[in-house]
């Protein structure tokens, strides 16, 4: 079974990654709208399976690098070429 | 390699595929006789028990015979589980004095994320994502969710017009990613890097250009007359090479 992450999480990393959002409510759904696109099939539930989130965020335009540090491992992303940090720095 | 002729018991390619009583020489198994009372990893487990070792005495051992190795390689082309599904819906919606039918061709992609864990992502309309613990299941789901996703819109539509608006706007939302995994999958497919396992290797195949993603949106209440020949079945295909 996939894992799951409480809404309260959810809503912490919204606040960091996607300042601005708004969320209510309808009869179906959590309504999540940020950066001029909106997410209508966000389930109404207390913990929600990553899946949903994985599709929330990327439909939304979130930053992938940031949701990952609210929401460990929501993303498997590859950490830069440490080379890159050295190059940046100069 | 005909993957198609990959034996899912035991990974052995074979002259005909595993259907239609053709027997696997390498662990035994007959198709459509072998897989209905008993599933694939129970075959498997009673084929790794007798060594694992070659099962016919007609066709000989190949000299360079490696159960295991072609057992891997079935693992692992397996695990790829992504199939490029297509797929058109249709659904009427009520709304604020009007009635509205919805007829969508869409795209979504499944990916078994691990056992009996499937989820079905949208790619048109992407905004919308579904789980099950079959394919059939996330599939049903799925449309029940977009389902519920056409009743809110018009819960807080105020015409038919505003309706109309909205669903188009949810249907052409993008998520570049999904398309990519999309397309992805779909060469994965051509390029018999994956082995379609079931349900997915008994859908029916088209090309992407077959089945163009559209929505349409049309009021039924203005209509004047009604036939036959307006319903749509639900339907899912796996998308093939053009």
């Known amino acids: 079974m996939t894992a799951s992450v409480p809404f309260s999480d959810i809503l912490i990393m919204l606040k960091a990654c996607a300042p601005g959002f708004s969320w209510a409510d309808s009869t179906h759904f959590r309504v999540i709208s940020w950066n001029g696109r909106t997410y209508h099939a966000f389930p109404k539930l207390d913990n929600i399976e990553i899946g949903h989130i994985r599709k929330m965020v990327r439909t939304l335009g979130i930053s992938k690098e940031c949701a990952n540090r ?3 491992k929501l993303f498997n992303i590859e950490a830069p070429p440490p080379g890159n940090l050295t190059t940046l720095s100069h | 390699m005909v993957i198609e002729n990959l034996c899912p018991v ?26 209905v009372n008993a599933s694939i990893s129970e075959l498997r487990a009673a084929w790794m028990q007798s060594g694992p070792r070659w099962w016919s005495k007609t066709d000989t051992q190949p000299d360079n015979w490696n159960p295991l190795a072609q ?3 079935l693992d692992a082309r397996k695990s790829m589980a992504h199939y490029p599904l297509m797929f058109t819906l249709w659904d009427a919606v009520s709304g604020n004095a009007f009635l509205a039918g919805v007829t969508l061709t869409g795209r979504a992609l499944m990916v078994k994320e691990s056992e009996n864990d499937w989820w079905i992502y949208g ?9 099950g613990s079959t394919p059939e299941e996330a599939c049903l789901r799925f449309h029940n969710r ?22 188009e706007d949810f249907y052409f939302q993008p ?13 994965a497919l051509r390029g018999a890097e994956v082995i379609p396992e079931k349900p997915f290797s008994e859908l029916p195949k088209e090309s992407p250009e077959s089945r163009p993603p559209q929505i349409a949106v049309a009021r039924l209440d203005k209509l004047k ?18």
Not at chain 2, 13 to 33: A, K, L
Not at chain 2, 123 to 131: S, W
Request: aromatic share 10%.
């Open chain 2, 225 to 242: 007359r009604f036939q036959s020949s307006d319903n749509v079945p639900d339907t899912f295909v796996m998308a093939t090479a053009a």
């Open chain 2, 123 to 131: 790619v048109r309309p992407a905004a919308i994502a579904e789980t």
């Open chain 2, 146 to 167: 977009y389902k519920k996703v056409l009743f809110d819109i018009s819960e807080e539509s105020s015409d038919y017009e505003v309706f109309k608006k909205s669903v």
């Open chain 2, 71 to 73: 057992l891997a390689t």
């Open chain 2, 10 to 35: 035991c990974g052995y390619e074979m002259e005909e595929p595993p259907r239609d009583y053709n027997i696997c020489p390498s662990c035994g198994t007959e198709f459509g006789v072998h897989d």
């Open chain 1, 70 to 72: 609210h929401i460990p």
């Open chain 2, 175 to 187: 998520d570049v990613e999904e398309e990519t995994r999309w397309e992805d999958a779909r060469k």
